[in-house]
């Protein structure tokens, strides 16, 4: 069993930015893809960026150029810097330590942690 805990959510004006955590406990593999998700009020969860453990990274194009997803093998943790932040950002932001290759995407299958409240507004 995987426990996730997501950090680093907040309310910001738009252009600012944030940084988020998620840090993964339990049977965690180094080798797993991480990533983060992001759903907002009657949306579906979407995903934002993948890493996989050898650092090739995938961003949704909403995000592209502006934020950058990062890990810590040892800590098993995965970053999302977030800039130049708009109000279509707004969303409880999840991660997920166990997803696998989808046609061009990537599917989330392990467990999701509470998520964390992204807010951006003037």
């Known amino acids: 069993q995987v426990q996730l805990v997501e950090s680093g959510g907040g309310l910001v004006q738009p252009g600012g930015s944030l940084r988020l955590s998620c840090a993964a406990s339990?049977?965690?593999?180094?080798?797993?893809?991480m990533g983060w998700y992001r759903q907002a009020p009657g949306k579906q969860r979407e995903l934002v960026a993948a890493?996989?453990?050898?650092?090739?990274?995938d961003y949704a194009d909403s995000v592209k150029g502006r934020f950058a997803i990062s890990r810590d093998n040892a800590k098993n943790t995965v970053y999302l810097q977030m800039n130049s932040l708009k109000p279509e950002d707004t969303a409880v932001y999840y991660c997920?330590?166990?997803?696998?290759?989808?046609?061009?995407?990537?599917?989330?299958?392990?467990?999701w942690g509470q998520g964390t409240q992204v807010t951006v507004s003037s």
């Open positions: 339990g049977s965690i593999f180094s080798r797993n893809v």
């Open positions: 890493i996989t453990s050898g650092g090739s990274i």
């Open positions: 997920n330590a166990q997803m696998i290759p989808s046609g061009s995407s990537w599917l989330p299958l392990g467990s």
